[in-house]
């Protein structure tokens, strides 16, 4: 079952705007990792975010968690045609087996228009 | 250092024939974890080893899927009598320490297609 959801479901802007995606999600987590992934290939691994971490940042990635409201948030601001892409969050929750279970949304298309 | 690797890139079988998807972690990566990504969908778990162990094989659909990983490092997903609804990228990632606590390194998949 899917534990995050991504929204908007999918987003156009122009290059240089910045686009903002968000993740809500069900369950109590020990962590939040957003992806990009092109032509549903391999996934490249952004941002882990801890649950007892608020913001974190890499270049032009800003990623903001919100435990009481179980919702993440991915910034990326002057965005370029490169980064074009699938945009998934996904949350690390206790899966009852003695470790934590990564579980995907299904995503963030986001195309950035030259 | 160099990433995942998983081969082959692209399997077509036949409906009821076996297939072996293969691994090579990270070097060192001591966990490693297999997801199965259908069209449209987010990748979705399917078993994970600590070391040689299956330390939670929770995802696995039915008893068609197995999955090895004898000396702690490359792992092969075995999938039996395989179906057309198997149809789809297998995902395989890496972690460092692993138990679902640190970041996962994906490699490009594997696309399955059953005919």
């Known amino acids: 079952s899917q534990q995050g959801e991504e929204d908007p479901q999918a987003l156009s802007i122009q290059e240089g705007e910045n686009a903002t995606m968000n993740c809500s999600y069900k369950?109590?987590?020990?962590?939040l990792q957003w992806y990009r992934q092109n032509s549903g290939r391999g996934l490249v691994h952004l941002i882990l975010?801890?649950?007892?971490?608020r913001e974190k940042h890499s270049g032009r990635l800003r990623v903001t968690l919100d435990t009481s409201k179980k919702s993440s948030s991915l910034l990326i601001t002057a965005s370029r045609a490169a980064d074009t892409a699938s945009y998934f969050c996904a949350t690390a929750a206790y899966s009852g087996a003695g470790s934590y279970q990564l579980t995907f949304g299904k995503g963030t298309k986001l195309s950035v228009i030259p | 250092g160099a990433g995942v690797s998983q081969t082959p890139s692209n399997k077509v079988t036949e409906k009821g024939k076996y297939v072996e998807l293969r691994c090579d972690p990270i070097s060192g990566h001591t966990a490693l974890y297999w997801y199965r990504q259908s069209l449209g969908q987010g990748p979705e778990f399917l078993i994970y080893f600590q070391g040689t162990g299956a330390a939670d094989d929770s995802g696995l659909p039915n008893d068609r899927f197995f999955a090895v990983r004898p000396e702690g490092s490359v792992s092969t997903l075995k999938i039996q009598r395989t179906e057309r609804g198997d149809s789809a990228v297998y995902l395989c990632a890496s972690s460092e320490q692993g138990w679902g606590t640190d970041t996962q390194y994906f490699g490009p998949g594997t696309r399955l297609t059953v005919l």
């Open positions: 975010i801890r649950s007892n971490e």
């Open positions: 369950t109590s987590i020990n962590n």
